[in-house]
């Protein structure tokens, strides 16, 4: 299998991605990152194998409480490829595989501008179990909305 | 930028005005099991068997 990790940044991938799922919501994040891409607020990196897209995260550079940041604005996995374990990953999964290149991209970048935390934002309570378990995430979630933030300092 | 689902529409909420709890920023960048998962992520990605097309 030829595992190959790209990148989309200034442009709309959305014809590209938009077929990876057929649940609405879903739908609806992928649409809302491509127009993020589109305007450089966001750079997609993907993972494809053999050619097929399985698997994307969106990451852009924010601030939290004037934190200089690492934002993994969506992460997203086909949900034929979710749960498998990949040896050419270093036997991980392809959402721990997306998180372990927003780090290690986090800790280039860190080296040539301010850069303190990665920040992510978990979709629902099992994904969040998931991030603080594998990658000891801490966690807050804020009094009035609700929304919950995982942080890792770099 | 976070991206939120709600009443059935995604939308985007500015992260830049939340405002963090001194403890917990001391908490976060006082952590020391966070240099060992992030030496771990940075050897995934060298060992993992991915040509990288950028």
Not at chain 1, 30 to 52: E, H, P
Not at chain 1, 71 to 76: G, L, N, P, Q, S
Not at chain 1, 105 to 116: D, P
Not at chain 2, 14 to 40: G, Q
């Amino acid at each position: 299998m030829l595992f190959e990790l790209n990148k989309f940044h200034s442009s709309n991938p959305l014809q590209k991605l938009i077929h990876l799922t057929n649940d609405d919501r879903q739908k609806q994040f992928i649409k809302a990152l491509c127009k993020g891409c589109q305007k450089n607020d966001t750079v997609i990196y993907y993972l494809s194998i053999d050619n097929n897209i399985c698997g994307m995260i969106g990451l852009s550079a924010s601030r939290i409480d004037n934190i200089p940041c690492l934002h993994v604005d969506y992460i997203f996995v086909k949900e034929d490829y979710r749960k498998n374990i990949y040896e050419e990953l270093n036997n991980k999964k392809i959402s721990e595989y997306l998180i372990s290149v927003s780090i290690s991209l986090a800790t280039e970048i860190k080296e040539k501008l301010g850069l303190r935390w990665l920040v992510l934002n978990p979709d629902n309570s099992e994904l969040e179990k998931f991030y603080i378990d594998a990658f000891k995430f801490t966690k807050y979630k804020t009094a009035k909305e609700k929304l919950v933030y995982l942080f890792i300092g770099l | 930028m976070a991206y939120i689902y709600k009443d059935g529409k995604v939308s985007n909420v500015s992260i830049s005005n939340v405002k963090l709890p001194k403890s917990l920023i001391k908490k976060v960048d006082a952590k020391t099991e966070t240099k060992e998962i992030i030496k771990a992520a940075i050897e995934t990605v060298k060992k993992a068997k991915v040509a990288y097309a950028f």
